[in-house]
């Protein structure tokens, strides 16, 4: 089971340009009204993927997890996952999370993405707009 996440990265970059041995760290330095906050981050992948609805390429960070189908039912997804997901991605600049959904032995068989600003919404924090 510790595999399952690694496994899920690694299958999802086989066909892209990455070198394994690369690791990407960032400093992220916002301001929220006085407060000045400061992030560090750690990326194991960074891939090209659409950013523009013309499909133009970028660069950005990808966060790639693993959920299983039964966890997705429980109300503490809502409450507790995507707003970890959210924190993680947001302060560290993250548009959009891939999340694989997994059976009980740890096969994805589906893919779900999220858009990091959609987040707070959909765990019922932000009324719908």
């Given at each position: 089971m510790f595999a399952w996440g690694f496994k899920f990265e690694q299958y999802l970059t086989t066909n892209l340009q990455y070198n394994n041995c690369e690791a990407f760290y960032t400093v992220v330095k916002s301001q929220i009204g006085a407060h000045t906050l400061s992030s560090f981050k750690y990326y194991d992948r960074m891939i090209l993927l659409p950013l523009n609805p013309d499909g133009s390429m970028g660069e950005h960070y990808v966060e790639f997890k693993t959920i299983s189908h039964s966890s997705?039912?429980?109300?503490?997804?809502?409450?507790?996952?995507?707003l970890k997901w959210?924190?993680?991605?947001?302060?560290?600049?993250?548009?959009e999370i891939v999340c694989g959904l997994r059976d009980d032995a740890g096969t994805v068989t589906k893919l779900q993405t999220y858009k990091t600003q959609h987040l707070p919404t959909m765990a019922g924090l932000l009324a719908h707009r």
């Open positions: 997705l039912q429980k109300g503490s997804f809502k409450r507790v996952k995507l959210w924190t993680q991605s947001v302060l560290a600049v993250v548009p």
